[in-house]
């Protein structure tokens, strides 16, 4: 098994999915992922909608903006819910989209150790995704991952075959790392 940082390392928010069905039981793991997730004084503001009936995912598509349409291949959409003000409200910090972003990075690693792709997004109308879902009112979407096998790239649009193909972009280690003092 490969450690933890070179997975870190290796993993990409690809976009090129095959629509091959996802076994439940890799599911299972990955929502297990999430709900493990740490949050402020453990309130776990998180909620999960998993769609993969081919019907109630072709409904949600409506709901996806049009930069992520190669997400309609994905056969998995994983809706993360928190709760607005919800959760530790400390410095008067969001915590809550803090404890769903935890929860959604374990979500991603575990895809991907499983030698799927998951892709977090925000290009989603959060009313259609509500009003297909039954999502309550009170209620915030935080993200949506798509996640499933990889597919063949050459049937994304060319913009998207781009970024699909764009090097991995991240500041340096010294332009973010302050030791001792600012
Ligand atoms: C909260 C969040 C929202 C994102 N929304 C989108 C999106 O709507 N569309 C998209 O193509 N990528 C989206 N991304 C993916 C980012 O663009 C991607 O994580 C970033 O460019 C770094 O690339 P990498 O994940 O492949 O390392 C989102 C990522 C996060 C964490």
Same mark, same amino acid.
């Given at each position: 098994m490969k450690g933890l940082l070179e997975e870190i390392k290796v993993r990409t928010s690809k976009r090129a999915f095959d629509?091959?069905?996802v076994p439940r039981e890799m599911l299972d793991t990955i929502l297990e992922a999430g709900r493990l997730a740490p949050s402020c004084a453990n309130t776990q503001e998180w909620e999960f909608v998993?769609?993969?009936g081919p019907e109630l995912l072709q409904q949600?598509?409506?709901g996806i903006s049009r930069g992520n349409a190669?997400? *309609?291949r994905a056969p998995v959409m994983l809706i993360v819910v928190t709760k607005e003000n919800g959760g530790c409200g400390a410095h008067?910090?969001?915590y809550w989209m803090m404890d769903v972003g935890l929860a959604t990075q374990n979500i991603l690693l575990q895809s991907f150790h499983l030698g799927l792709i998951a892709h977090p997004t925000a290009g989603w109308d959060e009313r259609k995704l *509500?009003?297909?879902t039954g999502i309550p009112e009170d209620r915030r979407i935080g993200t949506v991952i798509f996640i499933g096998y990889a597919g063949d790239i050459t049937l994304l649009d060319e913009r998207t075959q781009g970024k699909e193909r764009a090097p991995r972009d991240r500041k340096e280690i010294g332009e973010i790392v302050h030791h001792d003092k600012w």
């Open positions: 629509t091959r069905p998993i769609i993969t949600a598509h409506e190669w997400g *309609k008067g910090l969001p *509500k009003d297909v």
